[in-house]
């Protein structure tokens, strides 16, 4: 999906509240920005904040 500023705007909250690469808040804002039902993920720090984010996360 194509990076929308309301996307980057969000990211930089990520960055600051939860410390995590700009690449893994774009993950998560791009999830949020689309309502996705389910967020997969193998990386259980992002996942951890993923789940702080109100995702529903699943760690693989």
């Known amino acids: 999906m194509p990076v929308r500023l309301?996307?980057?705007?969000?990211?930089?909250?990520?960055?600051?509240?939860?410390?995590?690469?700009?690449?893994?808040?774009?993950?998560?804002?791009?999830a949020k920005y689309v309502n996705a039902d389910q967020f997969l993920t193998a990386d259980g720090r992002l996942h951890r904040v993923a789940v702080e984010e109100g995702l529903n996360s699943m760690q693989l």
């Open 6 to 30: 309301r996307i980057l705007r969000m990211c930089w909250g990520l960055i600051e509240k939860h410390h995590i690469y700009q690449a893994d808040a774009i993950q998560i804002a791009s």
